[in-house]
């Protein structure tokens, strides 16, 4: 099961750093990946970590625009911004994905939206 | 960078069977997976590795992959089958990116 934070609204240049608790399963075991749905458009993978051992990997479409990060001991993934944008609003998912990497993004998280604006 | 193709919507009456394609180059090479996605709720994966059905999700629910195409295919469908559904693949020649799909409405008239 994946717990994400709740709903954030944000004016533009401000950060954040959003959430996703794993609980049910080992959570060094899987990686954690996050998604991106603009309101109406489909879904763009952003990056993925393995809290194992913290390997992270970004789409290069996201590289340097976010960061993610894991908490081994609190059993939480994070996605954060320096400095947000109005197009970062949109709604954000985590999702595990098995440790082969082969069987895609097994179980999402319910999802945070982010509203960015002044 | 891989680019995958979808149609961008199906109508099907219930009952009836909705096939929805995804198609990229060297599809055959990669593995498929798709998600179903209702209205204001998060994705739900129904079908990984190409064909294999994850637990809970019903037989109704079949998928192949053949050269450039895969497909997603759907018997006996219901009124709650209506949603959006997506392909993805995991692109390990470049960068190892995760790539989805457009994405295809289905409307179960």
């Known amino acids: 099961h994946l717990e994400q934070s709740g709903a954030e609204v944000k004016k533009p240049g401000e950060s954040l750093k959003i959430s996703c608790q794993g609980s049910?399963?080992?959570?060094?075991?899987?990686?954690i990946a996050w998604v991106r749905q603009k309101p109406g458009k489909g879904l763009e993978w952003m990056g993925i970590?393995?809290?194992?051992?913290?390997?992270?990997r970004y789409s290069p479409s996201f590289q340097g625009q976010v960061t993610i990060s894991a908490d081994k001991s609190t059993t939480t993934a994070y996605l954060q911004w320096s400095r947000l944008e109005a197009s970062d609003s949109a709604v954000y998912y985590c999702?595990?994905?098995?440790?082969?990497?082969?069987?895609?993004?097994?179980?999402w998280g319910q999802g945070t939206l982010v509203t960015v604006t002044s | 960078s891989f680019v995958l193709t979808q149609s961008p919507s199906v109508s099907v009456a219930p009952g009836g069977t909705a096939t929805i394609t995804c198609g990229g180059t060297?599809?055959?090479?990669?593995?498929v997976h798709w998600y179903q996605q209702k209205a204001g709720q998060a994705p739900v994966q129904v079908i990984q590795?190409?064909?294999d059905r994850p637990s809970g999700i019903p037989e109704r629910f079949s998928g192949s992959s053949f050269g450039y195409t895969a497909t997603l295919t759907i018997n006996r469908v219901e009124v709650g089958d209506e949603a959006d559904y997506f392909c993805?693949?995991?692109?390990?020649?470049?960068?190892?990116?995760?790539?989805f799909g457009g994405g295809t409405k289905l409307t179960v008239l």
């Open positions: 999702a595990t994905v098995d440790t082969s990497l082969i069987r895609g993004f097994e179980y």
């Open positions: 049910g399963y080992r959570f060094t075991a899987k990686w």
């Open positions: 970590i393995y809290p194992g051992d913290s390997d992270t």
């Open positions: 060297h599809l055959g090479s990669k593995t």
């Open positions: 590795y190409d064909s």
């Open positions: 993805q693949v995991w692109d390990s020649s470049s960068d190892h990116v995760w790539v």
